[in-house]
């Protein structure tokens, strides 16, 4: 049976007192084995909400809508209404590893990071060390001897990777995982994920970091205000890009004219009816007052009016 995992129409809604926040709104993705997607887009456009949708991580006034299911290497389920021991027992660090986003906060302090590897390679029973674990993720043995407190950033980043790792699954969603480390660092974990798909993982890389994105993913979907409004083979999404707003990401490049896009990101308590864009567009026209669905084609874009 293939091995996948289907995203339909997935939406998540927080409930604050007075207001909602549409946090993803209607994303329909799929993931492969073999193939690195990226999710890119500015902070709090919902890349964090879509992930932790997915691993059973939502809080409490979190409301879903839509299917993620997941199929092969398992019972067939749907991610977002399996039940928190279906997820623990058959889906998280197994069959999908999460690298979750300020990694430091989801590591238990009063123990040391070989010791957490660890436990998780026993209750994954997987055939690794913990040092050849660490080493994947780029630390030595006397890296993984300290404590949470006594690591920086980027090596708390590397134990979160490493964690990740340990149960072998097919599917890893890594929440801006280069965050605080060097070049050097962020070339051997870009490595590191090409080494996993040409293995025949799949790699949801979600990251704000569009030149990380370009060195590593097949694909990439581009999101805004909580929905993906363009998406297609990277290539294609990164250099001819058909989103106005796709292509000010690509403006706002050091490397490029670093101009940033003008304007804010609209409230998601108070979306605009049509296109989210609109304020901060320079092709807007009378039709962007409706909602552009997203293209099926394979280079995809939510636009009435693309570039
Ligand atoms: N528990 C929550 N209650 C209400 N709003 C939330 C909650 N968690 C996240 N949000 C909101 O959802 C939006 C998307 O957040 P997030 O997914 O973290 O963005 P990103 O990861 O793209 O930077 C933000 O506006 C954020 O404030
Ligand atoms: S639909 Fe209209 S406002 Fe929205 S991005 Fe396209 S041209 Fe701009
Ligand atoms: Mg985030």
């Not at 909400?49 to 939502?58: E, P, T, W, Y």
């Not at 920086?152 to 890893?172: E, F, H, I, K, T």
């Not at 962020?186 to 990251?207: C, K, N, P, Q, Y």
Request: proline content about 8%; charged content about 20%.
């Amino acid at each position: 049976m293939v091995t996948e995992l289907v995203l339909d129409r997935v939406r998540v809604r927080f409930t604050l007192p007075g207001a909602t926040v549409a946090a993803v709104d209607d994303v329909s993705l799929s993931l492969r084995p073999g193939e690195c997607l990226a999710l890119v887009g500015e902070s709090g456009c919902g890349k964090t909400v879509l992930a932790n949708a997915l691993l059973g991580f939502l809080p409490g006034n979190a409301e879903t809508a839509g299917t993620a299911t997941l199929r092969g290497d398992g019972p067939e389920l749907d991610l977002l209404t399996a039940t928190d021991r279906e997820l623990a027992t058959t889906v998280r660090g197994r069959r999908i590893g999460l690298v979750p986003q300020s990694p430091a906060s989801h590591l238990t302090p009063v123990r040391t990071a070989r010791a957490q590897i660890e436990e998780a390679i026993r209750v994954h029973r997987s055939p690794h060390t913990a040092d050849a674990v660490a080493a994947r993720a780029g630390l030595s043995p006397e890296d993984i001897d300290r404590y949470p407190h006594q690591l920086s950033g980027g090596m708390a980043q590397r134990v979160a990777n490493a964690l990740a790792l340990v149960g072998d699954p097919w599917l890893l969603v890594a929440d801006e995982p280069t965050t605080g480390l060097d070049r050097h660092l962020v070339d051997s974990l870009i490595e590191e994920f090409r080494r996993m798909v040409t293995a025949g993982h799949a790699v949801l890389l979600i990251t704000h970091d569009l030149a990380a994105a370009q060195r590593v993913a097949d694909r990439v979907a581009v999101m805004y205000a909580g929905r993906v409004i363009e998406i297609g083979p990277a290539r294609k999404v990164l250099e001819t890009p058909l989103h106005p707003y796709s292509k000010g990401l690509g403006n706002a490049l050091p490397d490029r004219a670093f101009t940033p896009i003008p304007g804010q990101p609209p409230l998601l308590t108070d979306l605009p009816a049509g296109c989210s864009f609109a304020p901060r567009c320079d092709r807007v026209a009378p039709i962007c007052a409706e909602r552009p669905a997203l293209t099926d084609d394979e280079h995809a874009v939510a636009c009435h009016r693309p570039c």
